[in-house]
Protein backbone atom coordinates (compact mmCIF):
# COMPACT_ATOMS: atom_id res chain seq x y z
CA UNK A 1 0.00 0.00 0.00
CA UNK A 2 1.02 3.35 -0.61
CA UNK A 3 0.14 6.99 1.55
CA UNK A 4 -0.31 7.14 4.92
CA UNK A 5 0.28 4.24 7.36
CA UNK A 6 -2.45 3.23 10.43
CA UNK A 7 -2.70 1.43 13.51
CA UNK A 8 -4.88 -1.33 12.49
CA UNK A 9 -6.38 -2.89 9.04
CA UNK A 10 -9.86 -1.23 10.15
CA UNK A 11 -8.59 2.39 9.60
CA UNK A 12 -6.66 1.74 6.97
CA UNK A 13 -9.83 0.29 5.40
CA UNK A 14 -12.01 3.44 6.39
CA UNK A 15 -9.40 5.78 4.81
CA UNK A 16 -8.97 4.25 1.83
CA UNK A 17 -12.76 4.10 1.52
CA UNK A 18 -13.63 7.40 2.39
CA UNK A 19 -11.02 9.48 0.84
CA UNK A 20 -11.50 7.59 -2.59
CA UNK A 21 -7.75 6.92 -2.96
CA UNK A 22 -6.29 4.24 -5.04
CA UNK A 23 -5.10 1.77 -2.88
CA UNK A 24 -1.72 1.90 -5.38
CA UNK A 25 -0.86 4.46 -8.14
CA UNK A 26 -0.07 1.88 -10.50
CA UNK A 27 -2.92 -0.47 -9.65
CA UNK A 28 -5.85 2.51 -9.74
CA UNK A 29 -7.83 0.31 -7.63
CA UNK A 30 -10.45 2.06 -4.90
CA UNK A 31 -12.80 0.65 -2.15
CA UNK A 32 -15.92 0.58 -3.97
CA UNK A 33 -18.49 -1.34 -2.66
CA UNK A 34 -17.98 -3.64 0.46
CA UNK A 35 -18.77 -7.71 0.13
CA UNK A 36 -19.91 -9.20 3.37
CA UNK A 37 -18.17 -12.37 4.08
CA UNK A 38 -20.92 -14.91 3.89
CA UNK A 39 -23.07 -16.35 6.85
CA UNK A 40 -21.22 -19.68 6.92
CA UNK A 41 -17.63 -18.79 6.09
CA UNK A 42 -15.57 -19.48 9.49
CA UNK A 43 -12.47 -19.24 9.91
CA UNK A 44 -10.58 -22.39 11.03
CA UNK A 45 -9.58 -20.49 14.58
CA UNK A 46 -13.10 -20.14 15.00
CA UNK A 47 -14.01 -24.00 15.57
CA UNK A 48 -12.34 -26.08 18.60
CA UNK A 49 -11.70 -30.00 17.32
CA UNK A 50 -12.51 -32.41 20.26
CA UNK A 51 -12.76 -35.91 19.82
CA UNK A 52 -12.18 -37.68 16.27
CA UNK A 53 -15.84 -39.64 15.62
CA UNK A 54 -15.84 -41.23 12.30
CA UNK A 55 -13.95 -41.31 9.44
CA UNK A 56 -15.06 -40.46 5.99
CA UNK A 57 -13.61 -40.93 2.72
CA UNK A 58 -11.99 -37.36 2.13
CA UNK A 59 -10.70 -37.36 6.07
CA UNK A 60 -11.45 -37.64 10.06
CA UNK A 61 -15.10 -36.03 11.15
CA UNK A 62 -14.21 -34.63 14.87
CA UNK A 63 -17.23 -33.75 17.28
CA UNK A 64 -16.10 -29.99 18.04
CA UNK A 65 -17.09 -26.79 19.92
CA UNK A 66 -17.79 -23.29 18.22
CA UNK A 67 -15.47 -20.38 20.24
CA UNK A 68 -18.19 -18.38 19.52
CA UNK A 69 -21.23 -19.82 20.97
CA UNK A 70 -19.92 -23.16 22.83
CA UNK A 71 -22.50 -24.73 20.66
CA UNK A 72 -21.35 -28.64 19.73
CA UNK A 73 -20.47 -29.26 15.94
CA UNK A 74 -19.97 -31.91 13.79
CA UNK A 75 -16.44 -30.84 11.43
CA UNK A 76 -15.39 -32.82 8.38
CA UNK A 77 -11.81 -32.28 7.70
CA UNK A 78 -10.21 -32.62 4.22
CA UNK A 79 -6.39 -34.61 4.34
CA UNK A 80 -4.08 -32.12 3.45
CA UNK A 81 -1.99 -34.25 1.21
CA UNK A 82 -5.01 -35.04 -1.22
CA UNK A 83 -5.00 -33.41 -4.18
CA UNK A 84 -6.57 -30.04 -5.12
CA UNK A 85 -8.86 -31.99 -7.34
CA UNK A 86 -10.16 -33.81 -4.44
CA UNK A 87 -10.46 -31.22 -2.03
CA UNK A 88 -13.01 -29.50 -4.93
CA UNK A 89 -15.09 -32.51 -4.60
CA UNK A 90 -14.78 -32.11 -0.74
CA UNK A 91 -16.66 -28.95 -0.59
CA UNK A 92 -19.08 -29.80 -3.13
CA UNK A 93 -21.06 -31.09 -0.37
CA UNK A 94 -20.88 -27.75 1.66
CA UNK A 95 -22.20 -25.95 -1.66
CA UNK A 96 -25.13 -28.39 -1.89
CA UNK A 97 -26.08 -28.34 2.22
CA UNK A 98 -25.66 -24.64 2.25
CA UNK A 99 -29.05 -23.91 0.72
CA UNK A 100 -31.48 -26.48 2.09
CA UNK A 101 -33.17 -26.52 5.62
CA UNK A 102 -35.22 -29.43 6.73
CA UNK A 103 -35.26 -31.53 9.73
CA UNK A 104 -34.59 -34.34 8.17
CA UNK A 105 -31.26 -32.97 6.35
CA UNK A 106 -28.25 -32.42 8.01
CA UNK A 107 -27.58 -28.83 8.74
CA UNK A 108 -24.77 -26.84 7.24
CA UNK A 109 -22.98 -24.20 9.91
CA UNK A 110 -20.45 -23.28 8.09
CA UNK A 111 -17.53 -23.94 5.82
CA UNK A 112 -13.37 -22.66 6.97
CA UNK A 113 -11.33 -22.66 3.76
CA UNK A 114 -8.48 -19.77 4.81
CA UNK A 115 -6.18 -22.70 5.95
CA UNK A 116 -5.52 -26.34 5.98
CA UNK A 117 -6.93 -28.28 6.63
CA UNK A 118 -10.37 -27.40 4.85
CA UNK A 119 -13.32 -28.53 7.01
CA UNK A 120 -16.89 -28.50 6.72
CA UNK A 121 -18.59 -27.60 10.06
CA UNK A 122 -22.54 -29.76 10.52
CA UNK A 123 -24.89 -29.59 12.94
CA UNK A 124 -23.81 -32.96 15.22
CA UNK A 125 -26.28 -35.52 14.90
CA UNK A 126 -25.35 -37.35 18.48
CA UNK A 127 -26.26 -40.80 17.16
CA UNK A 128 -24.12 -41.42 14.58
CA UNK A 129 -24.86 -43.24 11.65
CA UNK A 130 -27.94 -45.30 10.78
CA UNK A 131 -26.41 -48.35 9.99
CA UNK A 132 -24.25 -48.37 13.61
CA UNK A 133 -27.15 -47.46 15.49
CA UNK A 134 -29.32 -50.12 13.65
CA UNK A 135 -27.23 -52.93 14.45
CA UNK A 136 -26.48 -51.51 18.28
CA UNK A 137 -30.30 -51.37 18.93
CA UNK A 138 -31.30 -54.46 17.29
CA UNK A 139 -32.96 -55.75 20.43
CA UNK A 140 -34.75 -53.04 21.30
CA UNK A 141 -35.88 -51.01 18.40
CA UNK A 142 -39.76 -51.32 17.77
CA UNK A 143 -41.51 -51.82 14.69
CA UNK A 144 -42.78 -48.80 15.22
CA UNK A 145 -39.86 -46.91 15.64
CA UNK A 146 -38.44 -48.52 12.60
CA UNK A 147 -41.27 -47.00 10.70
CA UNK A 148 -41.00 -44.10 11.87
CA UNK A 149 -37.18 -44.09 10.62
CA UNK A 150 -38.66 -44.84 7.00
CA UNK A 151 -40.78 -41.87 7.31
CA UNK A 152 -38.13 -39.38 8.29
CA UNK A 153 -36.19 -40.57 5.75
CA UNK A 154 -38.93 -40.18 3.04
CA UNK A 155 -39.25 -36.67 4.46
CA UNK A 156 -35.85 -35.56 3.90
CA UNK A 157 -35.86 -37.18 0.38
CA UNK A 158 -39.36 -35.11 -0.43
CA UNK A 159 -37.37 -32.24 0.46
CA UNK A 160 -34.56 -32.92 -1.58
CA UNK A 161 -36.46 -34.25 -4.67
CA UNK A 162 -38.74 -30.72 -4.13
CA UNK A 163 -35.21 -29.02 -4.65
CA UNK A 164 -33.96 -31.04 -8.06
CA UNK A 165 -31.29 -32.76 -6.09
CA UNK A 166 -30.44 -36.41 -6.99
CA UNK A 167 -28.69 -37.96 -3.81
CA UNK A 168 -27.09 -40.73 -5.30
CA UNK A 169 -26.19 -42.42 -2.19
CA UNK A 170 -28.64 -42.63 0.17
CA UNK A 171 -28.20 -46.20 2.18
CA UNK A 172 -28.04 -46.31 6.28
CA UNK A 173 -24.26 -45.84 6.65
CA UNK A 174 -25.32 -42.67 4.92
CA UNK A 175 -27.68 -41.31 7.29
CA UNK A 176 -27.59 -40.02 10.96
CA UNK A 177 -29.55 -40.65 14.10
CA UNK A 178 -30.35 -37.62 16.17
CA UNK A 179 -32.11 -36.71 19.29
CA UNK A 180 -35.49 -39.26 19.80
CA UNK A 181 -34.02 -41.24 16.74
CA UNK A 182 -34.75 -38.53 13.97
CA UNK A 183 -33.29 -39.72 11.17
CA UNK A 184 -31.13 -37.20 9.14
CA UNK A 185 -30.06 -37.62 5.57
CA UNK A 186 -26.33 -36.69 5.21
CA UNK A 187 -23.06 -37.51 3.15
CA UNK A 188 -24.12 -35.23 -0.28
CA UNK A 189 -20.36 -35.83 -1.66
CA UNK A 190 -22.05 -37.73 -4.61
CA UNK A 191 -25.24 -35.48 -4.94
CA UNK A 192 -26.46 -33.35 -8.18
CA UNK A 193 -28.79 -30.45 -7.95
CA UNK A 194 -30.25 -31.44 -11.65
CA UNK A 195 -33.48 -33.06 -12.88
CA UNK A 196 -31.23 -36.26 -14.66
CA UNK A 197 -27.90 -36.51 -14.29
CA UNK A 198 -26.03 -38.44 -16.92
CA UNK A 199 -22.74 -39.99 -15.61
CA UNK A 200 -20.39 -40.78 -18.38
CA UNK A 201 -17.04 -41.48 -16.47
CA UNK A 202 -16.00 -43.88 -14.10
CA UNK A 203 -18.46 -45.82 -12.49
CA UNK A 204 -15.94 -46.86 -9.82
CA UNK A 205 -17.09 -45.98 -7.20
CA UNK A 206 -20.89 -46.95 -7.38
CA UNK A 207 -22.88 -48.47 -4.35
CA UNK A 208 -23.79 -51.17 -6.37
CA UNK A 209 -26.06 -52.78 -4.02
CA UNK A 210 -28.24 -49.69 -3.84
CA UNK A 211 -28.17 -48.32 -7.23
CA UNK A 212 -31.16 -48.41 -9.78
CA UNK A 213 -30.56 -50.78 -12.42
CA UNK A 214 -30.95 -47.49 -15.36
CA UNK A 215 -28.21 -45.42 -13.33
CA UNK A 216 -26.24 -48.84 -13.40
CA UNK A 217 -27.01 -49.82 -17.22
CA UNK A 218 -26.75 -45.99 -18.58
CA UNK A 219 -25.32 -44.13 -16.33
CA UNK A 220 -28.72 -42.04 -16.24
CA UNK A 221 -30.02 -40.59 -12.48
CA UNK A 222 -32.77 -39.18 -11.24
CA UNK A 223 -34.62 -38.60 -8.39
CA UNK A 224 -36.42 -42.21 -9.03
CA UNK A 225 -32.96 -43.85 -8.55
CA UNK A 226 -33.05 -42.41 -4.94
CA UNK A 227 -36.72 -44.00 -4.97
CA UNK A 228 -34.61 -47.56 -5.59
CA UNK A 229 -31.98 -46.37 -3.01
CA UNK A 230 -35.17 -45.63 -0.93
CA UNK A 231 -36.30 -49.25 -1.02
CA UNK A 232 -32.94 -51.01 0.13
CA UNK A 233 -32.62 -48.12 3.02
CA UNK A 234 -36.46 -49.77 3.95
CA UNK A 235 -34.76 -52.82 3.85
CA UNK A 236 -32.03 -52.24 5.81
CA UNK A 237 -34.25 -50.49 8.67
CA UNK A 238 -36.50 -53.21 8.84
CA UNK A 239 -33.52 -55.42 9.07
CA UNK A 240 -32.20 -54.00 11.53
CA UNK A 241 -29.23 -52.84 10.11
CA UNK A 242 -28.59 -56.49 7.98
CA UNK A 243 -26.09 -56.22 4.98
CA UNK A 244 -28.46 -56.58 1.56
CA UNK A 245 -28.19 -59.63 -0.96
CA UNK A 246 -26.29 -60.90 1.80
CA UNK A 247 -24.08 -63.95 0.25
CA UNK A 248 -24.49 -62.03 -3.21
CA UNK A 249 -21.38 -60.43 -5.11
CA UNK A 250 -22.58 -57.16 -6.61
CA UNK A 251 -22.47 -58.37 -10.18
CA UNK A 252 -24.67 -61.41 -8.81
CA UNK A 253 -27.33 -59.14 -7.29
CA UNK A 254 -27.19 -57.53 -10.15
CA UNK A 255 -27.63 -60.31 -12.77
CA UNK A 256 -30.63 -61.56 -10.28
CA UNK A 257 -32.05 -57.50 -10.06
CA UNK A 258 -32.22 -57.96 -14.09
CA UNK A 259 -33.98 -61.28 -13.89
CA UNK A 260 -36.75 -60.14 -11.16
CA UNK A 261 -35.27 -60.92 -8.37
CA UNK A 262 -36.14 -59.27 -5.26
CA UNK A 263 -35.11 -59.76 -1.53
CA UNK A 264 -37.87 -60.77 0.75
CA UNK A 265 -39.06 -59.06 3.04
CA UNK A 266 -37.57 -58.67 6.77
CA UNK A 267 -39.53 -60.64 9.60
CA UNK A 268 -41.86 -58.33 11.34
CA UNK A 269 -41.89 -55.65 8.09
CA UNK A 270 -45.74 -54.89 7.83
CA UNK A 271 -47.34 -55.76 4.72
CA UNK A 272 -48.10 -52.27 3.14
CA UNK A 273 -44.69 -51.43 4.02
CA UNK A 274 -42.90 -54.01 1.96
CA UNK A 275 -45.90 -53.56 -1.04
CA UNK A 276 -44.21 -49.69 -0.60
CA UNK A 277 -40.54 -50.99 -0.97
CA UNK A 278 -41.57 -53.39 -3.89
CA UNK A 279 -43.16 -50.49 -5.58
CA UNK A 280 -39.72 -48.70 -5.27
CA UNK A 281 -37.89 -51.64 -6.93
CA UNK A 282 -39.74 -51.86 -10.05
CA UNK A 283 -37.36 -51.89 -12.92
CA UNK A 284 -38.63 -49.26 -15.35
CA UNK A 285 -38.21 -45.88 -12.97
CA UNK A 286 -41.74 -44.51 -14.38
CA UNK A 287 -43.79 -46.94 -12.78
CA UNK A 288 -42.09 -46.12 -9.56
CA UNK A 289 -43.56 -43.73 -7.14
CA UNK A 290 -41.77 -40.48 -6.53
CA UNK A 291 -40.89 -39.66 -2.95
CA UNK A 292 -44.07 -37.14 -2.34
CA UNK A 293 -46.28 -40.21 -2.86
CA UNK A 294 -44.09 -42.59 -0.70
CA UNK A 295 -44.28 -39.96 2.19
CA UNK A 296 -48.31 -40.08 2.29
CA UNK A 297 -48.25 -43.77 1.98
CA UNK A 298 -45.46 -43.92 4.97
CA UNK A 299 -47.05 -41.15 6.82
CA UNK A 300 -50.62 -42.55 6.94
CA UNK A 301 -48.72 -45.87 7.99
CA UNK A 302 -47.34 -44.57 10.82
CA UNK A 303 -50.83 -42.72 11.59
CA UNK A 304 -52.34 -46.15 11.74
CA UNK A 305 -49.21 -48.29 13.54
CA UNK A 306 -49.78 -45.27 16.05
CA UNK A 307 -53.63 -45.47 16.40
CA UNK A 308 -53.30 -49.46 16.62
CA UNK A 309 -51.37 -49.29 19.30
CA UNK A 310 -53.21 -46.81 21.92
P1 LIG B 1 -17.78 -39.33 3.92
O1 LIG B 1 -18.88 -38.64 3.21
O2 LIG B 1 -16.48 -38.66 3.69
O3 LIG B 1 -17.74 -40.81 3.71
P2 LIG B 1 -19.44 -39.42 6.24
O4 LIG B 1 -20.39 -38.30 6.02
O5 LIG B 1 -19.94 -40.79 5.92
O6 LIG B 1 -18.08 -39.14 5.48
O7 LIG B 1 -18.94 -39.38 7.75
C1 LIG B 1 -18.18 -40.41 8.32
C2 LIG B 1 -18.71 -40.75 9.72
O8 LIG B 1 -18.59 -39.60 10.58
C3 LIG B 1 -20.20 -41.09 9.75
O9 LIG B 1 -20.44 -42.45 9.51
C4 LIG B 1 -20.62 -40.69 11.17
O10 LIG B 1 -20.30 -41.70 12.08
C5 LIG B 1 -19.72 -39.49 11.44
N1 LIG B 1 -20.44 -38.23 11.14
C6 LIG B 1 -20.48 -37.57 9.96
N2 LIG B 1 -21.21 -36.45 10.03
C7 LIG B 1 -21.68 -36.38 11.30
C8 LIG B 1 -22.53 -35.45 12.02
N3 LIG B 1 -23.03 -34.36 11.42
N4 LIG B 1 -22.80 -35.72 13.32
C9 LIG B 1 -22.31 -36.84 13.91
N5 LIG B 1 -21.51 -37.73 13.30
C10 LIG B 1 -21.20 -37.53 12.01
Avoid at 232 to 238: A, G, S
Amino acid sequence: FEGPAFPSIRELILYQFNSGLAVTGRSGAILHKPIPRERWELNNDDVILLDKIGRGNFGDVYKAQLKSTGQDVAVKTCRVTLPEEHKKKFLQEGRILKQYDHPNIVKLIGICVQKQPIMIVMELVPGGSLLTFLRKNAAILTEGQLMNMCQDAAAGMRYLESKNCIHRDLAARNCLVGYANIVKISDYGMSREEEEYIVSDGMKQIPIKWTAPEALNFGKYTSLCDVWSYGILCWEIFSRGGTPYSGLSNSKAREKIDTGYRMPAPENTPDEMYRLVLRCWEYQPENRPNFEQIFTVVDTLCQAYKVSFL
